[in-house]
C-alpha cells in the first residue's frame, strides 16, 4: 500500500451548531469529559505550536495539567525551546486529537506563566525521580552523550538526599494559555466534516460553522 491509499472514513459521530454549548469551555468539559470516559491513552496530550520572534514555528507534545475558564496549563521548563520561543512570541496553539472519538480540538491564544505558588504545588505532587529530573536536564541544550543526564541525577539525587522536600528549581514551572479562538472538530464522512469554532469578540464569544 501506498502512503497516499492510507485512509480512514469518519462516521462515529455529527456534530452541529444545535449540538454546540453556547459557551467554549462548557463545550470543552462535555467532550473531554467524553474522552476520559472512552479511556482514551494519554488523553491529556496535546501539541503545542510555538513560533520565534522572527515567525519560524515549532512544535511539540505537551500534557494538560488543569483547564477553567482562565485557560488551559501545562508545566515545563522556562528555558527550553519552546520557553525561548514564548518569550519572544506569547502566541501558540494547541491541538488534542482524540482518533478513538474522530474528534480534534484547536485552541489559539496568549501565552502566560502561571503564579509561582500554583508551579509549586504541582511540582510537590509530582513523583521524586520526575522532581529529580526537573533539575537535572538542561531541556533542549546539546550534550555530548546521555551520561550527562545520568551524571546530573546522580548529583542531585546526593544533594536532596535527607531532605523533606526537594524545591522547584526556578527555571521550571506552569504556563497558561488564554483562548481568543477554539474550534471543535468531528470528522465525518467522505472528508466532510464538521467545524464548530468559538471566537472572542471583546468580552463575549461568537460560534460559527467552517467549511471542512
Do not use: C
Not at 90 to 98: A, H, K, M, R, S
Amino acid at each position: 500500500m501506498s502512503i497516499a491509499d492510507i485512509r480512514k472514513e469518519y462516521m462515529l459521530e455529527t456534530f452541529s451548531e444545535n449540538d454546540a454549548a453556547l459557551h467554549p469551555f462548557r463545550q470543552f468539559s462535555k467532550w473531554w469529559k467524553e474522552a476520559v470516559e472512552s479511556s482514551i491513552d494519554e488523553v491529556n496530550a496535546m501539541t503545542l505550536a510555538t513560533a520565534d520572534k522572527t515567525g519560524v514555528p515549532s512544535a511539540r507534545i505537551v500534557l494538560l495539567k488543569d483547564y477553567d475558564e482562565r485557560g488551559f496549563v501545562f508545566f515545563t521548563n522556562y528555558l527550553s525551546r519552546k520557553g525561548r520561543e514564548i518569550d519572544e512570541n506569547p502566541q501558540v496553539t494547541l491541538l488534542f486529537f482524540w482518533k478513538e472519538l474522530e474528534r480534534q480540538v484547536r485552541i489559539e491564544g496568549s501565552i502566560t506563566k502561571v503564579e509561582e505558588k500554583e508551579s509549586d504545588e504541582y511540582f510537590y505532587s509530582r513523583p521524586l525521580g520526575s522532581r529529580i529530573g526537573a533539575w537535572s536536564s538542561p531541556q533542549s541544550q546539546v550534550i555530548s552523550d546521555r551520561s550527562v543526564i545520568e551524571n546530573n541525577v546522580q548529583q542531585y539525587e546526593q544533594q536532596f538526599a535527607g531532605e523533606t522536600v526537594i524545591p522547584r528549581p526556578p527555571h521550571w514551572g506552569g504556563y497558561r494559555v488564554t483562548p481568543a479562538y477554539i474550534e471543535f472538530w468531528q470528522g465525518r464522512e467522505s472528508r466532510l466534516h464538521d467545524r464548530i469554532a468559538y471566537q472572542l469578540e471583546g468580552t463575549d464569544w461568537t460560534i460559527k460553522r467552517l467549511a471542512p
